[in-house]
């Protein structure tokens, strides 16, 4: 066992996010959704470089996406999302009472195949919802355009996209429907967490008010200190507001991102790349370093020698994970009785390397040394 304790990825949080937390219970002593929240969002769009009202920031990813999908389609609707990624996208669907169908993705990139995902529409597709698999947004060159052939709409799941950028607009700052994750391990982190980004004025409203109970207005109501006390509902509703405590933590880290954990993060999947690309038996995933902040750094292992690998890495106290187990094949999105060929073949072959800001850049060397030594004891 090595005793650099390398962790697959954590959470980067510390003096300045505990200072934040402080601030808002020693100050302000409100701890639910109020003026953090509605800093945390004008923040996120100064980001972005969109206006304020197009941010809402909700409890999780998760959250975001069920939310987005419920105030945008009819229930009962179909959604095509690639059935490589995480159950919350799948999960979201079933939330928001729409049915999800699980697309093939491409073996270079593990995005969407929208070739697949054609093949696939029906009288009652609603969306697509793309995912940016380890921070790629290569897709958003031809979604829109397939969407709009289709008359569908775009719900993207950027969960792993935050800060990144796609011919030089920000991912959010462009687009139909875009949800962000702020969990523990994302790009940037406010606990839990996640936000809605949309520059349809409806599909903003409506998301504002279904993360208070459909409580109409109750938000600008909240960010004056203010409660409903005579309100009117007339859809679903859910407890799904961010908090301010979430939101200064989440502050805290977005002042973080490019300073800090966007180069880190850049430095440390570009040095995998770099030793890696001439390895017999890697393969890496295709993507244009450029503009992405990258969240995971899978690697494809291929000859069948993925499982002995992990095993091996594991001995040297290299956790690695595997993202994701396609969905089609869990039991509640029918257990494997859809065939996906490319995402069964990619689940055999990915292998998710270590990657957050408190690695070092020689933990990045140990590992790649240690891979390309186990690699070839597999011979
Ligand atoms: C993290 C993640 C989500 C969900 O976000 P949570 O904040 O954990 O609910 C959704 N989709 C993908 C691809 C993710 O990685």
Redo the contacts with the bound molecule.
Sequence with gaps: MSSRNIRLSRSIVGKLESEAVSNVIEQSGYLGMGDEVRLFEAEIAEYLGVEPWMVTCVS??????HLALECSLPADSEVLIPSL??V??FQ?ALQANLKPIACDVNLDTGLLDLADAQQRITPNTGAVMP???ASNPALCEYIYDFAKRHELRVIE?A??AFGCSFNGKKIGAFGDIV?F???G??NITSG???AIVTSDREVARLVKDARLLSVENDTEKRFQGKRSWDPDVKRRGWRYHMSNIMAAIGRTQLRRLDGEFAPARREMANLYRKRLAQVPGVELLKMDMQNIIP??HPVRILGGKLKPLTGMLEQAGIPTGS??KPNHQLTLFGGGKQHLPVSEQLIGELLTLPLHPGLKMEDIEFICATLIEALGKLK
């Design positions: 999780t990813g998760t959250a975001a996406l990624t995480f919350a996208s979201a995912v940016h698999y799941d969960a792993h949800c994750s702020f969990d391990i994302k839990e967490g996640g969240h995971i993202h994701y």
